[in-house]
């Protein structure tokens, strides 16, 4: 019995004639921190949002938090929708563009999930929610909407806001690539605590010495397949594939 808390087999995407995905296979272990990496178009956040099914592989296996799901199969509609309804309960995700709800202050969107799937009163909520934006530095912005934070701010209202669901693991699409660069360290800081704190996580990201620090493991996509996965200090140091030491003459 294994004990990968994602395991994906032979996974295929394809937009339209696009092949973004052509059979990638990955685990990531309990507690362990992986990082994507992989030039632009790669299919790396094809393959996080295929992990908690944002997007549906064409064909494959995901098993993800004791979830099991075979894709390219026809099933009901009602037992489809209760499976994404597990997965996304059991897994956090942090977008690019944060996506937060503009009409909501930071603590009303860090408890809006609590509150409407897991059904927390209020008050528990509420209480919940301060404790996550105090994690992440933010108590004092509790009362405040998004438009009047910086980026960095928005980024780690989300941050709270995925584990506000108290998630198994949480995936992470490029958290700083929308911000500017002197708000990269507050966001990737909140991200190097949950990883001493043993939280499972998969980032895609091209921050390479913030990868060369919290990673357990670095994957190297390259047109839809892995091309290589190794220990951050192997990878940086003497990657295996011609691919990866251009891509990292490039990156650094
Ligand atoms: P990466 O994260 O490595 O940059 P992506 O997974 O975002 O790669 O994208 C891989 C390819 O898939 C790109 O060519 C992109 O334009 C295409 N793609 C991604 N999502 C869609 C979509 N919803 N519809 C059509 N094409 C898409």
Redesign the pocket.
């Known amino acids: 019995m294994t004990t990968a808390t994602i395991e994906l087999t032979g996974i295929r995407k394809a937009?339209?004639d696009?092949e973004?995905?052509r059979g990638v296979d990955l685990s990531v272990e309990r507690g362990e921190v992986v990082v994507?990496m992989?030039?632009?178009?790669?299919?790396?956040?094809?393959?996080v949002?295929c992990m908690n099914l944002l997007?549906e592989p064409d064909a494959g296996h995901v098993r993800i938090c004791g979830c099991a799901f075979q894709c390219g199969v026809r099933r009901d509609r009602r037992g489809r929708a209760r499976l994404m309804q597990q997965v996304r309960q059991r897994t956090g995700m942090v977008f690019q563009q944060f996506n937060l709800f503009p009409h909501m202050t930071a603590l009303e969107n860090v408890i809006e999930g609590p509150r409407q799937v897991r059904r927390l009163p209020g008050a528990e909520a509420v209480s919940l929610g301060e404790r996550l934006l105090d994690r992440v530095g933010l108590a004092d912005k509790r009362d405040v909407y998004p438009s009047r934070l910086s980026g960095g701010q928005k980024q780690r209202v989300a941050i709270a806001r995925a584990l506000a669901m108290e998630p198994q693991v949480v995936l992470f699409?490029?958290p700083t690539s929308a911000l500017d660069p002197e708000l990269h360290a507050e966001v990737l800081q909140v991200i190097r605590e949950l990883a001493a704190d043993g939280m499972t996580m998969v980032i895609?990201t091209h921050e390479t010495h913030f990868a060369r620090d919290v990673a357990d493991r670095i994957v190297f996509?390259d047109g839809?397949v892995v091309v290589e996965e190794a220990a951050p200090e192997t990878f940086f140091t003497t990657p295996a594939k011609e691919r990866v030491r251009s891509f990292l003459r490039l990156v650094d």
Do not use: A, I, N, W
């Open positions: 937009f339209g696009l973004v995905l994507l992989g030039p632009s178009g790669s299919g790396k956040t094809t393959l949002r997007e699409d490029e895609v996509m839809g």
